[in-house]
């Protein structure tokens, strides 16, 4: 499956952004998708994940009350909801879908990865 990752930006501290990601071939449905983002000089991190049924979501620390995520079966489309956004969440976000219907959060328990979406911060 591919899967492409949009919506990123410039936003300042406080500010939202949400981000998508889609797959222009194979339906999502039968995957369960992530978000993990990569700053510079660091390794990539998990962010969100969510069942493939929609029915659990589970987040990283960094993130947890101010980051949603949830997925639009008609549109074929998962995407992260950002708010309260800090300068350190400054960093490249990518999608990844997992042949599984269980949620995973590292990265060897997905299977197809988008190209990422950068998303800068600014204090």
């Known amino acids: 499956v591919q899967l492409q990752a949009s919506g990123g930006g410039l936003v300042q501290a406080g500010g939202s952004l949400r981000l998508s990601c889609a797959s222009s071939?194979?339906?999502?449905?039968?995957?369960?998708m992530g978000w993990f983002r990569q700053a510079p000089g660091k390794e990539r991190e998990f962010v969100a994940a969510?069942?493939?049924?929609?029915?659990?979501?589970y987040f990283g620390d960094s993130v947890k009350g101010r980051f949603t995520i949830s997925r639009d079966k008609a549109k074929n489309t998962v995407y992260l909801q950002m708010n309260s956004l800090k300068p350190e969440d400054t960093a490249v976000y990518y999608c990844?879908?997992?042949?599984?219907?269980?949620?995973?959060?590292?990265?060897?328990?997905?299977?197809?990865w988008g190209q990422g979406t950068l998303v800068t911060v600014s204090s």
């Open positions: 990844a879908a997992r042949v599984s219907i269980s949620m995973g959060t590292k990265r060897n328990e997905y299977d197809y």
């Open positions: 071939g194979r339906t999502l449905r039968t995957y369960g």
């Open positions: 969510i069942s493939r049924t929609g029915g659990s979501t």
